[in-house]
T-cell receptor, first 114, second 116 residues
Framework: GNSVTQMEGPVTLSEEAFLTINCTYT??????LFWYVQYPGEGLQLLLKATKADDKGSNKGFEATYRKETTSFHLEKGSVQVSDSAVYFC?????????????FGTGTRLTIIP | GAVVSQHPSRVICKSGTSVKIECRSLDFQATTMFWYRQFPKQSLMLMATSNEGSKATYEQGVEKDKFLINHASLTLSTLTVTSAHPEDSSFYICSADSGGDQETQYFGPGTRLLVL
């Protein structure tokens, strides 16, 4: 079956540091890949997505590239801010249709200190 | 982006009572809604997939009679936790999909349930 593995947290960085959160997946075919962010006390928000190999999703300074050869979708940001403190979830969906269920990784808690 | 609401945002109830949680898509019609459960510091666990006008599809290990799901309209799905017990205390999150060419599920803000 499908699965998503992401680096365990928590991750603590200083403001303006470079961020990488690793995510690898197991799936058949060409799944769609997502990063979701969950701020304290809130539900999940879509951060970025990629639907085919070599696509790069980007939003709010975050980027992730769909790497079919390494089955990875690592999240990166060049300079993090305190406001980026949240839990980040990598997820995949087997097809391009929104009515297919998402498979989530375990989440990585990120804390940015001033 | 599309907005999904949940009500209530937080509920405290006594053991043995039933609790209903509503999930609404506010500015689009959701052909499919999903219900997740999230334990502290853990990932989301899909409980069931709900399609408008039909029975929900439950994930393995989720009790259908315990967690009743009704998707009566294209903008509303409800999750009823029947005869709640302390182990049912959790964060319940719904998401909604508009179908068609849309690729994204939109998540509600979650409902925190505490069963005493």
């Amino acid at each position: 079956g499908n699965s998503v593995t992401q680096m365990e947290g928590p991750v603590t960085l200083s403001e303006e540091a470079f961020l990488t959160i690793n995510c690898t997946y197991t799936a058949t075919g060409y799944p769609s890949l997502f990063w979701y962010v969950q701020y304290p006390g809130e539900g999940l928000q879509l951060l970025l997505k990629a639907t085919k190999a070599d696509d790069k999703g980007s939003n709010k300074g975050f980027e992730a590239t769909y790497r079919k050869e390494t089955t990875s979708f690592h999240l990166e940001k060049g300079s993090v801010q305190v406001s980026d403190s949240a839990v980040y979830f990598c997820a995949l969906r087997q097809s391009n249709f929104g009515n297919e269920k998402l498979t989530f990784g375990t989440g990585t808690r990120l804390t940015i200190i001033p | 982006g599309a907005v999904v609401s949940q009500h209530p945002s937080r509920v405290i109830c006594k053991s043995g009572t039933s609790v209903k949680i509503e999930c609404r898509s506010l500015d689009f019609q959701a052909t499919t809604m999903f219900w997740y459960r999230q334990f502290p510091k853990q990932s989301l666990m899909l409980m069931a997939t709900s399609n408008e006008g039909s029975k929900a599809t439950y994930e393995q290990g989720v009790e259908k009679d315990k967690f009743l799901i009704n998707h009566a309209s294209l903008t509303l799905s409800t999750l009823t936790v029947t005869s709640a017990h302390p182990e049912d205390s959790s964060f319940y999150i719904c998401s909604a999909d508009s179908g068609g060419d849309q690729e994204t599920q939109y998540f509600g803000p979650g409902t925190r349930l505490l069963v005493l």
